[in-house]
Every structure is written in structure tokens, then in C-alpha cells.
């Protein structure tokens, strides 16, 4: 008797297997039955809406079903980030989030998980970030400014683009990392910081590479040390982290395309394939490259894999630096 119970469960176990199979197959052939949405944590012309402007109209050459780009920007990410993390997982709703959502998943006031409530589909792209001084500043190197620090404690300083950004982060990590003690001065957005740096009013910066290249190049600034593992073609002169001798501070920002975390896996496989040739393109490559962002499409895994390291390192940072994001 038990043996035949054990048995009808077991077949029962292995025809819903079937079943469910047969029906996410179906359901990842007939997909997409309707227009696919883009939701971007900011607002337009910002680098996320940029690189989602370029890579849509491929998609829907791919995919032969238009694609909307969803702006909603609030809380720096946040918003964006819930609202899709509870959109039904069928693959009509994504999200290209970037390295501000990984960050702001660890403010008490975000409700979603980067992790837990998305399925990875590929990296789209990374953008390096660069440490930038005033040229009035008597260094020339990272370990020549780690010294000035030390001779002259808290009398250094660092913009960001406000508090819990990246650059904040990157410049926390710098003072953590070294025993450095210099002082944060957060501006309303990275143009702003952009600007004092320039002028003269902060002493450095860690930001996007293509916007200070022009300022570098110009004599106005110094690039000390550029993060990715090689350098970078608009700067070649500035040495990598690597290079520099503190690779711990190796850390860019990227842009990811996820979808709801229940989303069949047939139809991430097939979103990936999709994925891989379009930032094969070359016109898509040249478009994004001169936007400062470099293609990086990976697998479903390498890009899981990618996300839940950089969610951890940023929550690292994060703890070590004693920062509340609020």
C-alpha cells in the first residue's frame, strides 16, 4: 500500500514536472505577445536611459514587438527598483538597473532585493570610474596623495554627487582602506561637484571617466588611476587602480538588463541570446563606446554572478565606513 502511494506520488510529481515544462516552453514561443517595457530608476538623460535608448530599438528588431522606456526616477533608484521587482514575470516588463540601485538596496527604505527579486539576463555595459585632483594639488600619484593626507589630516577633501552615491562610496573606501582622514563635501548631483573640482573649492573627486577627460586633458586636473583591467583608450596615460597599487579600488559603475525573479527561464535564455548580438553590433558598440561605456554582455550566470559580488562589495563598504542611507 505504501509502496503505491510512494509510486502515485511520484508519478504525480513527475507529470506536474512535465506539465510545467511544457507550459513555460509554450509560453517562451509565443513570447512576446505585446510591446516590452524598460523601467530606468532615473530620468531621461541619464547614462541609464542612454544606454536603454540605444540597446530598445535593437531589441525590437529582435524581438519584433516594440519596446517603451519607463522612466521612474525617486529615491535614488528605489522606486524604479519596487515597481519592477512587482511586475508580472513574463518578460514584458524589465529593468536596467545600475550600480546605485546595488547600492540603495541597502537603505532601510528599499523594499526590493537585487538579488532575490530579479533574474539576471546579461551585463550591458561598464563605466569606468576615475580619481581626479586639482592640478594645484602637489601630487602625481595615488601613493604621492595618500602621503599628503597623512602629513595634513583632515585638511584634504573630496566632492561627491551627494551622500550614498557612488563617488561618496568609492571616496569612503579610499579613507578606510588607507587610514587617510579626509572630509566628504557632498554637492546636489555630479555636475556640481564637477564644477567646484574645476574651480579649485575641493581637492578630488572619484567619477565617470568621459566626463572629466576633456578637464584632464586640458591641464585643469590630474587623473590618478582609472578603475577596469586595462586602461582606458581616452586616457591612456592614467595608470588603473591595478597599476597603482590599490586595486581595492577598482570599482566602476554598470548597467545590467534583469527581469522580475519568477520569470521563466526560457524566456531569459531567449532575452540573453538577444542581448549578446545586439551589444555584438558594431554600430551598438560605437554608440555606447563614445558614451563612455564599454559592452560587456555576459551569460545568465556570469551576470548573476556579477551582480551578487558587486550588491556584496557596496554592502562592505557600506558597514565599514559606518553609513546610514536614508
Known amino acids: 500500500m505504501k509502496r503505491s502511494s510512494v509510486f502515485v506520488l511520484g508519478s504525480m510529481a513527475v507529470s506536474m514536472s512535465v506539465t510545467a515544462a511544457f507550459i513555460a516552453n509554450a509560453s517562451a514561443q509565443s513570447y512576446p ?3 516590452i517595457s524598460i523601467i530606468l530608476p532615473f530620468p531621461p538623460g541619464s547614462g541609464n536611459d542612454t544606454v536603454a535608448r540605444i540597446i530598445g530599438p535593437k531589441i525590437t528588431e529582435e524581438l519584433r514587438q516594440p ?11 528605489v522606486v524604479a527598483a519596487d515597481a519592477a521587482s512587482r511586475a508580472a514575470p513574463d518578460g514584458h516588463t524589465l529593468f536596467l538597473p545600475s550600480s546605485s540601485v546595488a547600492i540603495n538596496m541597502h537603505s532601510a527604505r528599499a523594499k526590493y532585493d537585487l538579488i532575490r527579486d530579479f533574474a539576471a539576463i546579461s551585463v550591458v555595459g561598464t563605466l569606468p570610474f576615475v580619481l581626479v585632483v586639482h592640478a594645484s594639488l602637489p601630487v602625481g600619484t595615488i601613493k604621492e596623495l595618500i602621503a599628503l593626507a597623512k602629513r595634513r589630516p583632515k585638511e584634504l577633501n573630496y566632492a561627491s554627487s551627494g551622500m550614498g552615491g557612488t563617488g561618496h562610496l ?12 579626509i572630509t566628504h563635501v557632498p554637492y546636489k548631483g ?20 568621459s566626463s572629466m577627460a576633456p578637464h584632464v586633458k586640458s591641464g585643469r586636473l590630474k587623473a590618478l588611476g582609472v578603475s577596469g583591467s586595462q586602461r582606458s583608450s581616452v586616457l591612456p596615460s592614467a595608470p588603473t587602480m591595478a597599476e597603482a597599487g590599490y586595486p581595492q579600488l577598482d570599482i566602476g559603475t554598470w548597467f545590467a538588463l534583469v527581469a522580475p525573479a519568477a520569470t521563466p527561464g ?38 548573476a554572478s556579477f551582480l551578487k559580488k558587486d550588491v556584496a562589495g557596496w554592502g562592505k563598504i557600506i558597514k565599514d565606513a559606518g553609513i546610514t542611507l536614508n
Open 67 to 77: 519596446v517603451i522606456v519607463d522612466n521612474r526616477p525617486g529615491a535614488g533608484g
Open 33 to 35: 505577445a505585446r510591446p
Open 170 to 181: 568609492l571616496g569612503e573606501l579610499l579613507r578606510t582602506s588607507t587610514g587617510i582622514e
Open 266 to 303: 526560457a524566456i531569459v535564455a531567449r532575452l540573453n541570446l538577444s542581448m549578446v548580438k545586439i551589444l555584438g553590433m558594431s554600430d551598438v558598440r560605437e554608440q555606447l563606446i563614445r558614451q563612455g561605456v564599454q559592452p560587456s554582455p555576459t551569460t545568465v550566470e556570469e551576470a
Open 190 to 209: 555630479s555636475g556640481a561637484a564637477s564644477t567646484e573640482l574645476i574651480s579649485g573649492q575641493v581637492h578630488m573627486l572619484f567619477t565617470n571617466l
